[in-house]
């Protein structure tokens, strides 16, 4: 039964954190099963995945078949018609168009001290793109995948897509096409994962893997963590809707089921301010259920992990509430979303205000589709170029620069006991040996030398170019 919370009534609290943790503890429930699975595909290599291909996928693919060639790609994708494809156009456009907003700075600048400080960002080499395919294909999730890793200028794009029974998608190929996707494995699931981050003879190894996928994809990401990099947990779809009496409630019930007809796994849940009004909504997903086609998955969903929840207040309570919930996708169907909007701050992507319904951001909105769960929107975002992108700094002293700074670090590196730290610093600056400060009391345990070390800084005959703490070197002038 879909859950029904007040919360006027005097069990909120406890009924409230009992829908977070079912959730939390649903998520890892499968968890064991793909352990075994990465393990096997670790062990085996390609033999392993053929084989979980074969029992979760139905189809019997080779080491031969498992690399979908160009004619097989090129021939499906060749079989869209027009007015998908020019769909498919508008939908890359406004995808590529918001991520070239996202391209990061560099930093380069020199302080006050003379030190020359810098950031600069160089794309992941190779990826590895998950495109689901169990019960449903996701042309888009190929677009929404690899423009960012196009735009961030990844090397490789190694694209993995179940093929369930066989059947390949022309519009995932003509969107992986339309993306520049290098290579594509008709593969899915934790096998995919897993020959993704260990490699096969097949199957070359990536970097980094994102993009979305069911329970099992969630998880075997979650557990190749450190092995490869990954973008975030994109599990089984979420919506929280926030709405007011004045919305039609078929449109409202219609957006709780774009969401849960995704996966059984799915969690849709309506956060409102009239109980007249839930229950309007609880009917109109009756209604819509009846005519939808993927209504199985739906009402499991809906009745397994929807909620209902009636607060008094929505701008005063609502925020709280999402906030604790973190949902993937948050929808504000009220007068003024933007003030809702700005008091919230855990949420994936926000949707504002009565036209935007999330399935507009699904597809042509712009923003990334693949977006947290799990109460991931706590501690990460959705995927974007930054995430196809490391970080590396910078640091450049000169002689001068090293004078200024480099004291400091010879003290720090004494209190921390690591006196090949303070000795690389004080040696440049012509300071005395940090780790020889003490002969008289040397600890216990510490080597007694009995010849001087060969390379030990002499104090009275200083190397020409080393750098003098007081009286800075005037070319320190022409510094960069
Ligand atoms: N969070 C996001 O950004 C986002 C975006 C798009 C889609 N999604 C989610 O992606 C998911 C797509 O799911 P899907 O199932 O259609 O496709 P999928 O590709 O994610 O999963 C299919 C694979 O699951 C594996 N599998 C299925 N049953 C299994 C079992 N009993 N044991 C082991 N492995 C099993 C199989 O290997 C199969 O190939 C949905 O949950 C949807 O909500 C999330
Ligand atoms: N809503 C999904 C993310 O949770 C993305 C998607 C793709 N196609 C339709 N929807
Ligand atoms: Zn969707």
């Not at 456009?93 to 930093?107: A, G, L, S, V, Y």
């Not at 004494?414 to 009391?441: C, F, K, W, Y």
Request: glycine share 8%; with cysteine.
């Amino acid at each position: 039964m879909t859950a029904e919370l007040t919360t006027t009534d005097p069990g909120f609290a406890a009924a409230f954190a009992g829908l977070l943790a079912a959730r939390a503890a649903f998520d890892t429930s499968v968890d064991p099963v793909v352990a075994d699975i990465l393990a096997d595909v670790r062990d085996r290599g390609d033999a392993a995945v053929l084989e979980y291909t074969q029992r979760f996928d139905r189809v019997h693919l080779t080491t031969d078949t498992m690399r979908l060639d160009d004619e097989t790609i090129d021939t499906a994708a060749g079989r869209v018609d027009p007015e998908t494809l020019a769909a498919l156009n508008t939908a890359a456009e406004r995808i590529t168009r918001f991520h070239e907003h996202q391209k990061p700075q560099d930093i380069a600048f020199t302080d006050p001290t003379g030190v020359r400080l810098g950031q600069r960002h160089t794309p992941v080499d190779a990826v590895g793109l998950y495109v689901p395919g169990g019960t449903a294909a996701y042309p888009s999730s190929v677009l929404m995948n690899a423009i960012p890793a196009k735009v961030a200028g990844v090397g490789r794009l190694t694209m993995v897509v179940p093929t369930p029974d066989g059947v390949i998608n022309p519009l995932v190929m003509a969107a992986a096409r339309l993306a520049g996707v290098d290579e594509i494995f008709r593969i899915g699931g934790a096998q995919a994962v897993a020959a993704l981050a260990y490699g096969t003879d097949t199957i070359a190894a990536v970097d980094k893997i994102v993009g979305p996928g069911n329970a099992y994809v969630a998880s075997a990401k979650k557990q190749v963590y450190g092995t490869v990099g990954i973008d975030m947990i994109a599990g089984p779809s979420e919506i929280l809707v926030v709405a007011d009496a004045d919305n039609d409630p078929a449109w409202i019930a219609a957006d709780l089921l774009s969401q849960a007809e995704h996966d059984e796994a799915a969690q849709a849940i309506l956060i409102t301010d009239d109980p007249g009004f839930a229950a309007a909504v609880a009917k109109a997903v009756e209604g819509h259920l009846a005519t939808l086609h993927r209504t199985a998955i739906a009402r499991t969903s809906w009745e397994h992990h929807g909620a209902l929840i009636v607060v008094e207040d929505l701008l005063d309570q609502a925020p709280a509430l999402v906030d604790r919930i973190a949902p993937e996708h948050l929808e504000l169907a009220v007068a003024d979303p933007d003030a809702l909007a700005a008091r919230v701050r855990h949420a994936g992507a926000i949707f504002l205000g009565r036209h935007t319904p999330e399935a507009v951001g699904d597809y042509v909105g712009g923003p990334n589709h693949v977006l947290p769960t799990s109460r991931g929107a706590r501690f990460s975002s959705g995927l974007g170029v930054l995430d196809f992108m490391k970080r590396t700094t910078l640091l450049g002293c000169d002689a001068a620069a090293l004078a200024t700074i480099g004291p400091a670090a010879v003290r720090l590196a004494e209190a921390e006991g690591l006196g090949a730290h303070g000795l690389s610093v004080a040696i440049r600056l012509n300071m005395p040996r940090p780790d020889a400060a003490q002969p008289t009391t040397p600890r216990p345990d510490a080597a007694q030398p009995t010849t001087p070390r060969p390379d030990a800084a002499q104090p009275t005959t200083p190397r020409p170019d080393a750098a003098q703490p007081t009286t800075p070197r005037s070319t320190a002038a022409g510094r960069a």
